[in-house]
């Protein structure tokens, strides 16, 4: 079964730190890459997608992914990350022959002190 | 704002009771979907509708159903409740099929 992997559960940074985070999925085929964010009591909120073309995508607020093929990776970066940046981030993946829906990974939980 | 609306943000029942879950779509979308989050089960994709068509099934259970009406708004109906049923229930929507999905707010089930 298609699976997605989150590097971190928790990850505690001061503000403007750089910020990585890793996710990886299985499945070697056609994918559609998401992040998502969850800020505390919110919605998920799109942060930046692949689906096809240049690897190195960029996203709203400051964050960009990289699409690594040959890793079956996709993780986010901010080189400088704000107190606001507090949330919960989560890959998901859209493999193709699953028709559309999104397999997350277990989330991220970035805390960022002020 | 996504666009995508979930009515109710909240509900707080009792085991065994039924209750239904409503969404509307952003406007032109024609596929919803809906996900279970629980803390220990994470994000769940539940089941997906297409222009009225069931179109892909998760892991949802048999007590639980949905459909889409032909206004493409969508109900996840929950029957026969139980403790570990509270959950928050998201349902996105997207224009197409394998295309950006939307999430709306939510709709935080308490089960008692």
């Known amino acids: 079964a298609q699976s997605v992997s989150q590097h971190n559960h928790h990850v505690i940074l001061s503000e403007a730190a750089s910020l990585e985070l890793g996710c990886n999925y299985s499945y070697g085929g056609t994918v559609n890459l998401f992040w998502y964010v969850q800020y505390p009591g919110q919605h998920l909120q799109l942060l930046l997608k692949y689906f096809s073309g240049d690897p190195l995508v960029k996203g709203i607020k400051g964050f960009e992914a990289e699409f690594i093929k040959s890793k079956f990776s996709f993780n986010l970066r901010k080189p400088s990350v704000q107190w606001s940046d507090t949330a919960e981030y989560f890959c998901a993946v859209d493999f193709y022959n699953q028709g559309g829906k999104l397999i997350f990974g277990q989330g991220t939980e970035l805390s960022v002190k002020p | 704002d996504s666009g995508v609306t979930q009515t109710p943000k909240h509900l707080i029942t009792a085991t065994g009771q039924r209750v239904t879950l409503r969404c509307s779509p952003r406007s032109g979308d024609l596929s919803v979907y809906w996900y279970q989050q629980s803390l220990d089960q994470g994000l769940q994709f539940l089941i997906q509708?297409?222009?009225?068509?069931?179109?892909a099934k998760g892991n949802i259970l048999e007590r639980f159903s949905a459909q889409q009406f032909p206004d493409l708004h969508s109900e996840l109906n929950l029957s026969s409740l139980e403790l570990g049923d509270s959950a928050l229930y998201f349902c996105?929507?997207?224009?197409?099929?394998?295309?950006?999905?939307?999430f709306g707010p939510g709709t935080r089930l308490t089960v008692l």
């Open positions: 996105a929507s997207s224009p197409r099929l394998a295309d950006t999905q939307y």
């Open positions: 509708y297409y222009n009225g068509e069931e179109r």
